[in-house]
């Protein structure tokens, strides 16, 4: 009889919004992150922060140092969202070309976010230096390269199209050039995509020895507190009909936040539709391979697959880094991981031969904007109320520049990004084609009210889950552990009743509508979702209890 894998024990749903590790634990463990009670009581304060990623953490920072009053909350412990899952992005090569993004927001909104990602990658080594925060921060070049081999009809093609993006970038004041038959050290595999586009200038560092530094930093400051396992349902803005005069923040507890402004810095507002319909939702998957130390060369690389593959490395020990790679990105709840980390294990094999062994395997998710710049600001019919969405691949950098630009903005200062980012944009006429495709497709999950994904609960493997669709009754999700225990909750996602899939990468329940995700628990580890699932028996109650009060 095969051994069963281990499932992750239920306190791990308040450490991180998946069963699997990032590699960011190996020399950043949960141990290590920060404490910080829960909220019993209301409480006041001018500014709310819901969130401790890098989008709440860095707004914190930026809102603490001008001397305004933070009250930070987090549904989970701290950093236990998806920064804590990043690929580790740090770069001004963005995942739309600089070519894409003038055609959609024009020749100044290019620059923009050329400027304001510079701006961001640079900070993070600025702040890091400045707190004394050692998070392996440096500066390398970014190389985005063919997914073609020398010599396929289609490699100059896609190569043309990189001296395009290069080209561009250069016109936006970014330092780029492009080396024909560049060779990478230590790409020394039988697969030849040389040729580079170079973005020189981009930067790395460990995401979570930041995030979790400037936190502690903020710990300590008078004007700075933070609740965790204090789940935001409601901001509301109350006053006059013309503008509200403070914001109340509600928690599932019963208590109080009243603020005069709050940023859900939560990867996706907590709210029906409106700029969450604007959003596409990816799951993207990532390994973390032993490589020699120095054996290759210290760099970002990128190529043009759809999904593309990306590389960065990062601290092992002494005699290996951590190549990591990511890539087979797929809409949540629409597909499964099948073969994906094996893929990107083949990838890297044919290319670097002196890999080792791959010690890290998880997967995150991605928020992407249907015109393919973040929406940072106002959330749409507020007057007090700010966002931080719709990171399309990068969420480090836009978390970053996100501190600026709305703490800026809650104090009244002109910021030249305001308007790209403005949630309330109207999109591009170019981008409708796209929103009117994604709103029909996603429409179409509903279909799933007419699906079941197992016969019945018997025929569940061991360590499993499946949604159970009884056409005499409402459908169950369904988590069956490694000793047989079955534990049932609502499989009707509380935000807009789409019907779940199992995720067996991660071991959670997905909404394939918006994003929302749910631990085998039922704890909701993704929003737009704002609560958990329902149990549906005393196994599903047991369990979930277990997992929120570990």
């Given amino acids: 009889m095969a051994t069963l894998a281990p499932l992750a024990p239920p306190q791990h749903t308040m450490e991180t919004s998946g069963d699997s590790d990032a590699v960011w634990v190996h020399l950043e463990p949960y141990s290590n992150r920060p404490q910080f009670p829960k909220l019993t009581k209301d409480i006041n304060t001018e500014v709310c922060i819901i969130g401790s990623g890098i989008a709440g953490v860095s707004s914190a920072y930026e809102l603490v140092t001008r001397g305004v009053k933070v009250a930070m909350i987090e549904a989970r412990e701290a950093v236990s969202g998806e920064s804590g899952r990043t690929s580790g992005h740090l770069s001004n090569s963005l995942d739309a070309s600089y070519v894409d993004i003038a055609k959609k927001h024009g020749q100044s909104g290019a620059k923009i976010a050329a400027e304001s990602h510079t701006w961001a990658l640079n900070r993070v080594g600025q702040v890091s230096k400045d707190l004394g925060i050692e998070c392996e921060y440096r500066h390398l070049p970014d190389y985005e390269i063919s997914q073609y081999e020398k010599g396929h009809p289609k490699h100059n093609e896609e190569v043309e199209m990189m001296k395009a993006d290069a080209q561009k970038a250069q016109e936006l004041g970014l330092p780029t050039s492009y080396k024909e038959g560049y060779a990478i050290r230590g790409w020394d595999g039988k697969v030849d995509q040389r040729d580079v586009a170079i973005f020189e200038q981009n930067a790395t560092f460990h995401p979570t020895q930041y995030i979790v530094g400037v936190l502690k930093w903020l710990a300590k400051q008078p004007n700075f507190e933070c609740y965790t396992r204090t789940r935001m349902t409601s901001v509301e803005e109350k006053g006059g009909l013309l503008s509200s005069k403070e914001v109340r923040v509600g928690t599932l507890d019963g208590q109080t936040i009243t603020c005069k402004n709050a940023i859900e810095a939560t990867c996706v507002p907590l709210q029906k539709l409106s700029v969450v319909a604007q959003l596409e939702y990816f799951r993207t998957y990532c390994i973390a391979i032993r490589v020699p130390k120095g054996m290759i060369e210290d760099c970002l690389i990128n190529d043009q697959a759809d999904p593309y593959h990306y590389i960065r490395f990062t601290a092992c020990d002494d005699k290996d880094d951590y190549l990591v790679i990511g890539g087979g990105d797929h809409k949540v709840g629409q597909e499964q991981e099948d073969g994906r980390y094996a893929e990107l294990e083949a990838w890297v094999r044919d290319r670097f031969t002196h890999a080792g062994s791959v010690d890290y395997k998880w997967s995150g998710q991605i928020f992407d904007s249907t015109d393919e710049v973040a929406f940072i600001g106002l959330n749409q019919g507020k007057s007090h109320t700010y966002i931080v969405t719709g990171d399309t691949g990068h969420g480090l950098t836009h978390g970053v520049l996100a501190g600026r630009l709305l703490a800026d903005e809650i104090q009244g200062i002109d910021n030249s990004w305001s308007k790209l980012y403005n949630p309330k944009r109207l999109p591009p006429i170019s981008s409708l084609p796209s929103m009117l495709s994604h709103d029909l497709q996603i429409n179409a999950q509903y279909k799933r009210f007419a699906q079941s994904d197992i016969p019945d609960i018997e025929s569940l493997p061991l360590g499993s889950g499946g949604v159970l669709n009884p056409k005499?009754?409402?459908?169950?999700?369904?988590?069956?552990?490694?000793?047989?225990?079955?534990?049932?909750?609502?499989?009707?996602?509380?935000?807009?009743?789409?019907?779940?899939?199992?995720?067996?990468?991660?071991?959670?329940?997905?909404?394939?509508?918006?994003?929302?995700?749910?631990?085998?628990?039922?704890?909701?580890?993704?929003?737009?979702?704002?609560?958990?699932?329902?149990?549906?028996?005393?196994?599903?109650?047991?369990?979930?209890?277990?997992?929120?009060?570990?």
């Fill in 472 to 550: 005499t009754s409402k459908p169950v999700a369904v988590f069956k552990d490694n000793k047989g225990g079955v534990h049932t909750f609502s499989a009707i996602c509380p935000h807009l009743h789409g019907v779940l899939c199992w995720n067996k990468a991660e071991n959670s329940f997905d909404c394939p509508i918006h994003g929302s995700r749910f631990s085998k628990e039922g704890v909701c580890i993704i929003g737009p979702a704002k609560a958990g699932l329902s149990p549906a028996d005393q196994g599903g109650e047991v369990v979930q209890e277990k997992a929120v009060k570990a």
